[in-house]
């Protein structure tokens, strides 16, 4: 099989003086050319830069799904601990009224409820599209994880002492002298 050259020539689509200087001219540049130095293909430095490329998108894919498996097993880990220790509000004839994505949102509760979710015993929490009602450590636990899953959480003052304080019916008077 003759070269592509020599089919040219014999076609007349090319003469032997242009073929003479383009043989001439590939000399040259390979005399030029450092020993040991091979000519780069700019096919392959192409190809080599798209599988980087394309590397790098499937690092950067990879990322995106381990972050949105952590997120669903965080939101699974937070319906686990909502669904152990929620309170029933089952007899609830009170109503509870607080603020969530800027509207003013209702759930009934009995009145010790009441009491505990204002001194911050207790916490409102959203998960799955519904309002449930867990103790304040649960909560702690549960902020942990997403802080936007728990609505209210009023902080406790530091005189609260609790349900279970002996002195709670008795008042410390102003003038009393130590």
Known sequence: ????????????????????????????????????????????????????????????????????AEKKAIQAQIRQLVETNRLDRSRGETSYQFVHDKKIKKVFVDDTMVDQLSRGRLAIVFVNDAYEIVAEGVARKIMERDESAVVVLHDRKSDDQGDDDPYAGYEIPDDLMW
């Open 1 to 68: 099989m003759p070269s592509l050259q020599d089919q040219l020539l014999k076609a007349g689509l090319a003469d032997e003086k242009k073929a003479k200087a383009i043989r001439n001219e590939k000399h040259k540049k390979r005399k030029q050319q450092p020993k040991g130095a091979a000519e780069v293909n700019e096919a392959e430095i192409r190809a080599r830069q798209a599988r980087e490329e394309k590397a790098e998108r499937d690092r950067q894919l990879n990322l995106e799904r381990q972050k949105q």
